[in-house]
């Protein structure tokens, strides 16, 4: 069965709009794994507009699946080999943007990214890096010692025709099937929610949803364990509110 790692950093979101206490990621993470989550992710970003340092911290005992998104760099790095979460996903990062926008060029900022692997890795951290569907990049990021890539599935997830969605679709599967050939474990995630999430389970190969912004948004109307149990029915039968694309 396909992992679901739920991220919880909109949780976090809504807690730094006021500067306050409350609502407590490690609470999320507390329900998010009773609604059945098999890890949690968090993205410690430079400029820490949601996930602080002491979330990180206070998580790590209490989740025994932690995914710690990450760019490359130093002190990002140092925090991770000190903390050492199960896994670390390498994701570009740029200040101004509301969200990731694209993957990680694996290929282009090979000596840098290549470092972190090492740093990550020599410290006992699983390394995942966030790339799109390419086969350069999935080439690379096993050349670099990598243990496994995320597709992102954001071009998926924002398609507007049959057309486009079968395309982008083929495009993760062949990715996948690449990854699989070479050794390399596959995630996906970016933009998934409960209707699009339907066609990449299906695809052979994948181990493991990472899903955020959809189930928080979900959960602030049926709460976290609700909104997490039905990401995990409709990852695996049918969901009364699922409508394939175009219908």
């Known amino acids: 069965m396909i992992r679901l790692g739920v991220n919880i950093d909109h949780v976090a979101t809504v807690r730094q709009a006021r500067r306050a206490s409350e609502p407590d990621p490690i ?3 507390i329900l998010a794994q009773l609604g059945g989550a098999d890890s949690i992710t968090v993205h410690l970003r430079e400029d820490r507009r949601h996930i602080q340092d ?3 911290r206070l998580l790590r005992p209490v989740v025994p699946r932690l995914n710690l998104e990450m760019a490359a760099v130093d002190e990002i790095i140092a925090i991770a080999c000190d903390v050492k979460p199960d896994e670390a996903t390498l994701v570009p990062e740029k200040r101004q943007e509301l969200t990731t926008e694209g993957g990680l060029d694996v290929v282009g900022q ?3 990214v290549a470092d972190a692997v090492k740093r990550l890795a020599d410290a006992g951290i699983l390394v995942s890096l966030f790339i799109d569907p390419d086969a350069l990049q999935v ?3 096993k050349s670099i010692g990598g243990h496994a890539v995320e597709f ?4 998926y997830s924002e398609v507007r025709s049959i057309a486009e969605h079968d395309a982008e679709l083929e495009k993760l599967r062949r990715a996948t099937a690449r990854a699989a050939e070479i050794g390399l474990h596959v995630h996906m995630g970016h933009g998934l929610n409960y209707v699009n999430v339907k066609p990449i389970v299906r695809i052979s190969g994948v181990v493991e949803l990472n899903i955020g912004h959809s189930i928080i948004s979900r959960a602030v109307l049926v709460g976290i364990e609700r909104a997490v149990r ?3 029915q409709v990852m ?6 699922a409508r394939p694309l175009g219908t």
């Open 236 to 241: 695996t039968e049918d969901f009364p509110h």
């Open 27 to 29: 609470a999320a993470a």
């Open 54 to 56: 002491r979330d990180v």
């Open 110 to 112: 090979r000596a840098t």
């Open 139 to 141: 080439d690379a990021s």
């Open 230 to 232: 039905e990401m995990k």
């Open 152 to 155: 992102c599935t954001a071009r």
